[in-house]
């Protein structure tokens, strides 16, 4: 079967670095999405990944090694703001987006 | 912009009744989605249409219908509502399904069924 595994919560302080990480399992690999979703709010896409490495956006990155099936996101500077459940998604071969169950991110001051 | 557009935000229903989530998209996008999120879970795929007059099942369409006559509009129907529909309904549309579109999803709609 299909399987995305990341960590169900994580706590870190503000202004310090975090890293989530996100295993998967999928039939084929068509690209690997992170997306953002406070409590009560849709998910909003933070980053996408097809090749393995790092791609680099503003506070956040999003690394992708497709021979481990691994993926993390990292998140630096933390702010309060960033507190949130982070989703892992793969597209597997069909295109069809199989979901992690999120890591609840908390931030303490 | 409106992006997504889903209604209501909210409903309570009694276990039998029935009801139509609406959802409109304003981007001209061709996939539509609607997923339902259950508390510490990921979202689950229930129908999805890659355009108008076309409609799949994802992975829990039991329970469910849809339509999409136009390309705007993707409206969910919950047949005889059971208590294990309650959940958050997302609607979502991206320009095509394949690698590396986004999607964008709907504000969400919070139903519980007693």
């Known amino acids: 079967g299909q399987n995305i595994d990341q960590p169900t919560e994580m706590t870190a302080t503000e202004g310090a670095i975090v890293q989530i990480n996100c295993t998967y399992q999928t039939s084929g690999f068509n690209g690997l999405f992170w997306y953002q979703q406070h409590a009560g709010e849709a998910p909003t896409f933070l980053s996408y990944?097809?090749l393995d490495g790092l791609e680099e956006k503003g506070r956040f990155s999003s690394f992708l090694s497709r021979s481990k099936g691994y993926s993390y996101l990292l998140l630096k500077e933390l702010q309060m703001k960033d507190s949130a459940s982070y989703l892992c998604a793969v597209m597997d071969s069909n295109y069809q987006l199989i979901w992690g169950a999120g890591t609840k991110l908390i931030i303490k001051p | 912009n409106a992006g997504v557009t889903q209604t209501p935000k909210f409903r309570i229903l009694k276990i039998g009744q029935s009801m139509t989530l609406q959802c409109t998209q304003d981007?001209?996008?061709?996939?539509m989605y609607w997923y339902r999120q259950d508390p510490g879970m990921g979202l689950k795929l229930i129908y999805y249409s890659v355009g108008a007059g076309i409609t799949d099942k994802g992975e829990v369409p039991n329970g469910y219908n849809v339509s999409r006559s136009t390309t705007e509009d993707f409206p969910l129907r919950l047949e005889l509502a059971a208590p294990s529909q309650t959940s958050v309904y997302f609607c979502a549309s991206s320009y095509e399904g394949s690698s590396g579109n986004t999607i964008y999803f709907g504000e969400g709609s919070w139903l519980t069924v007693v």
């Open positions: 981007m001209n996008h061709n996939y």
């Open positions: 990944n097809v």
